[in-house]
């Protein structure tokens, strides 16, 4: 049974920082890329940022380029999502997704319960 628990979501002000987590079970980072997902308040759900299982090769989002990264602890069974520089339009629901593929673009057959990032002063 595929499981995905997000954490780490929380309150920052504008310009702070924050790493999110996805801990995962039944299935395996070296074989399924991973990704994930934010859903701003009365918006739809737009990918963030991606990670293949072949040779780790990252993808993103044009607006968190160079502010957000992701990366995996395979022993941990881990996907984390630094956030930095965050601005108060990144505020949403985070969520981390994955399927059945190898390599990006975001796979969306299972999903977390997702995480809440407000970005505030």
């Known amino acids: 049974q595929v499981q995905l628990v997000e954490s780490g979501g929380g309150l920052v002000q504008p310009g702070g920082s924050l790493r999110l987590s996805c801990v995962t079970s039944g299935f395996s980072l070296d074989n399924w890329a991973i990704g994930w997902f934010r859903q701003a308040p009365g918006k739809g759900r737009d990918g963030v940022a991606c990670?293949?299982?072949?040779?780790?090769?990252?993808y993103y989002k044009d607006f968190v380029k160079g502010r957000f990264t992701i990366s995996r602890d395979n022993a941990e069974s881990t996907v984390y999502l630094q956030m930095n520089s965050l601005k108060p339009e990144d505020t949403a629901v985070y969520y981390c997704a994955t399927g059945p593929r190898a390599n990006c673009p975001m796979p969306t057959d299972y999903w977390g319960q997702g995480t809440q990032v407000t970005v505030s002063s």
């Open positions: 990670i293949s299982s072949t040779d780790g090769s990252t």
